[in-house]
């Protein structure tokens, strides 16, 4: 069995419900799904429609003509039995099926003293059942789903075999713990989780109030959007894109097929990356292949503007921390863009790099710099600035060639200034401390996760160095870099905890199958199956 984890999100302490609710399915729940499948099997009962006329098409010619040369083979087989035959008239077939009238007989009881038992409609009035139906159970329940203050959810888009799930893990920081909360089924392979604090489509709460929801964008064109303090759901609270605007597309439906072409209301491939918007906490981006981007208003589930800055896939977002209407946007037109969402006419910054963009963030500790990322494994750092005539004439303040390979995941620490984290499907982990004189390395590591598809520091400044660190193995790290001594060193003055002597580094993981660690032995090891070394020279 093959699993990869191809993103993840942390969810900052105090957001998670302490005790998540189950899912209860009920008649309004049921009209809810209902509406918002509706266009979603529509699509498929065409589709079916489509093939089986296609079929019937090449085949009924090739039918018709066996079935005029040669005739049937079984037609004294069809001929009609007779019900006077001499043999069969003595079993009366023609009222076999008919109930027997006036027949009287013995009941037989299950048990001969079955009268002799009492009971009652409730346990509730049985005396003898003194603890209430599910109430112990109840309460193992809500003790295992507890989630506490000091806990932080980690969000991880998982892939095993043909099935894509999104995995909820509850991280204790004190207890060295991490394990899977609940999961979440997903229709196609995930690519891309934003964490969001309002809540969407959610009766009986306030539309601006704080929440815990996730937003996924898939290999599908729509995005959907879930409830993480409900569990077991069996269907997204709203879905931004086309199916989740079933009544107002069915009209529209009858009179034109459906079209890959990108239009203003939704997105018609995958959906590559998502953004929200903290400030106005209503808004979220999303970057599609279809190479537009688009502004979803998440009160009302629709698309609020679309736009069209690139001229190939679009893949990853980032909004400014200042200027909250200001977007960056990277594209695999080897682009950069930073326009003010309120303006779209206007024309936009553009600069330019060596090959497709992987990642595009603002610097948290400086507004007017962003990083970029590309597939040949380097990292730009540009002034806002300073924006070129073309994106040819592109100055960057300084390059760092950080990988051999594709760069496809990096991250800045929010909490210390200058320390960031690349990822590459070179297998290797490292930080960099980012110094006025430019980018320095403080260590490199091989965290034995495969290709490394994720690398993200926790939002919380109590955890500011822990590391959650995911690839093509499936498996989960939490990788506790202030216990690493080259680590300790360089970012002394952040450090609160300066005990002496040697320090164990702490590496927390949820273990793969067997039969997956098995499979990915060979891939990532040696030839007997053996990871390879944490340390990387």
Not at 12 to 18: N, S
Not at 291 to 307: E, M, P, Q
Not at 375 to 383: P, Q, S, V
Not at 520 to 537: L, R
């Amino acid at each position: 069995m093959s699993s990869m984890i191809t993103t993840s999100a942390w969810v900052p302490r105090g957001f998670a419900a302490p005790f998540p609710q189950k899912y209860t399915f009920d008649e309004a729940e049921f009209s809810r799904i209902a509406d918002l499948a509706k266009l979603q099997l529509e699509d498929a009962n065409e589709d079916l429609r489509e093939a089986q006329e296609e079929e019937n098409g090449t085949s009924g010619e090739k039918g018709t003509a066996k079935s005029e040369v040669k005739p049937s083979e079984n037609d004294d087989e069809d001929e009609d039995i007779d019900l006077n035959d001499a043999d069969l008239k003595e079993y009366d077939l023609e009222h076999y099926d008919d109930d027997e009238e006036g027949v009287e007989g013995q009941r037989m009881e299950m048990f001969g003293n079955i009268r002799s038992l009492a009971y009652y409609e409730s346990n509730k009035d049985d005396p003898y059942i003194t603890i209430p139906d599910g109430e112990d159970e109840d309460d193992d329940d809500r003790e295992e789903l507890q989630i506490l203050a000091t806990d932080n959810l980690l969000l991880a888009a998982k892939v095993e075999d043909e099935l894509a799930h999104l995995e909820v893990y509850v991280y204790e920081d004190a207890a060295d713990n991490l394990y899977v909360h609940h999961d979440i089924m997903l229709p196609a392979i995930p690519l891309c989780v934003e964490w969001l604090d309002i809540p969407v489509a959610k009766d009986n709460v306030e539309k601006d109030s704080t929440a815990n929801f996730v937003a996924i964008g898939t290999m599908d064109p729509d995005i959907e959007v879930w409830d993480l303090d409900t569990i077991d759901c069996m269907y997204p609270n709203a879905i931004l894109g086309r199916a989740g605007s079933a009544q107002d597309e069915e009209k529209k439906k009858r009179k034109k097929k459906k079209s890959k072409k990108a239009n203003d209301e939704y997105h018609v491939d995958a959906v590559l990356s998502l953004a929200a918007n903290r400030k106005h906490r209503n808004l979220l981006a999303s970057a599609s292949a279809d190479k537009t981007v688009k502004l979803w208003d998440l009160h009302t589930t629709k698309c609020a503007k679309s736009y069209s800055y690139h001229t190939d896939k679009v893949c990853s977002l980032a909004w400014h921390s200042v200027e909250s209407t200001v977007l960056l946007s990277g594209s695999y037109d080897r682009t950069v863009v930073a326009a003010d969402m309120r303006a779209p006419e206007a024309k936009a910054p553009r600069w330019g790099v060596e090959s497709d963009v992987e990642n595009v963030k603002w610097d948290p500790h400086d507004p007017n710099f962003f990083y970029v990322s590309t597939e040949n494994g380097i990292i730009h750092y540009h002034d806002i600035r300073n924006a070129p005539p073309n994106p040819k004439a592109s100055k960057p303040v300084w390059t760092l060639q950080a990988h051999d390979e594709s760069l496809s995941s990096f991250d800045i620490n929010a909490h210390i200034p200058g320390y960031i984290t690349t990822g590459s499907t070179d297998r290797t982990v490292k930080l960099w401390n980012i110094q006025p004189t430019g980018p320095a390395m403080v260590v490199s590591r091989n965290l034995d996760v495969g290709k490394v598809f994720s690398t993200s520091f926790a939002p919380d400044a109590e955890v500011a160095f822990r590391l959650a660190v995911a690839g093509s193995k499936g498996t989960m790290h939490v990788w506790d870099t202030s216990t690493n001594a080259a680590v300790r060193q360089a970012f002394a003055h952040k450090i609160s905890n300066k005990s002496e002597g040697e320090v164990k580094e702490r590496l927390i993981r949820v273990e793969a199958d067997e039969s997956s660690s098995e499979d990915e032995g060979a891939e990532a090891g040696d030839e007997d199956g053996e990871p390879e070394s944490m340390d990387e020279d």
